[in-house]
């Protein structure tokens, strides 16, 4: 069965730093991979994703992720964050049809002013 | 507003007792599903269904049940098979084939005293 695992739990920042969430996937063949976000009361959203192509993919509010087919890594990247992307952060991927997704446990990135 | 509504967002009940989470999108998805969240093993997914009048298992089911009915609605029912209720509970819809674009309702946090 496909799993996902993130080493990081918790992630403490400050304003400006750098900011790179690890994501490791078990499957070998072709995935399709995603980072969910949720902000403190409101419903978790996609971020970013990748299905194919180019291995780094941009998502909404500065982030990207590169895809690593030999490392099975799809680690999450922003170069300066901001209080505001204090958050839960959860990579998951696609297993088999149907829109199934599974979920990695997620980390929790704070960042301070 | 397009949306997911859940409710309630916060409930408690009894042990020995079933409770009836509600799940309503107005997004015409025809894909819905119910995932669980505890802290530290991110979301794991109890029930889907692809289409009205038919639903499948996750991987957690056991101790919950589902129907659709409507192609808006997709109640969960915890019941008192289940042996761990307390959690956060989340509802998704989808309307892309396969995508893993889910879109998430803000949730559902049950406590059982």
């Known amino acids: 069965a496909q799993s996902v695992s993130q080493h990081n739990h918790h992630v403490i920042l400050s304003e400006a730093a750098s900011l790179e969430l690890g994501c490791n996937y078990s499957y070998g063949g072709t995935v399709n991979l995603f980072w969910y976000v949720q902000y403190p009361g409101q419903h978790l959203q996609l971020l970013l994703k990748y299905f194919s192509g180019d291995p780094l993919v941009k998502g909404i509010k500065g982030f990207e992720a590169e895809f690593i087919k030999s490392k099975f890594s799809f680690n999450l990247r922003k170069p300066s964050v901001q209080w505001s992307d204090t958050a839960e952060y959860f990579c998951a991927v696609l297993s088999g049809g149907y829109n199934k997704l599974i979920f990695g446990a997620g980390t929790r990135l704070a960042v301070h002013p | 507003d397009g949306g997911i509504t859940q409710s309630p967002k916060y409930l408690f009940r009894k042990e020995g007792q079933n409770v009836t989470l509600s799940c309503e999108q107005n997004?015409?998805?025809?894909?819905m599903y119910w995932y669980r969240q505890d802290p530290g093993q991110g979301l794991r997914l109890i029930y889907y269904?692809?289409?009205?009048?038919?639903?499948q298992k996750g991987d957690i089911a056991e101790g919950y049940s589902v129907s659709r009915e409507k192609k808006e609605s997709f109640p969960l029912t915890v019941t008192s098979a289940q042996k761990n209720p307390t959690a956060f509970y989340l509802c998704?819809?989808?309307?892309?084939?396969?995508?893993?674009?889910?879109?998430f309702g803000e949730g559902s946090r049950l406590t059982v005293l």
């Open positions: 998704a819809s989808t309307g892309g084939a396969n995508t893993g674009e889910l879109f």
């Open positions: 269904s692809q289409i009205v009048n038919d639903f």
């Open positions: 997004l015409n998805h025809d894909a």
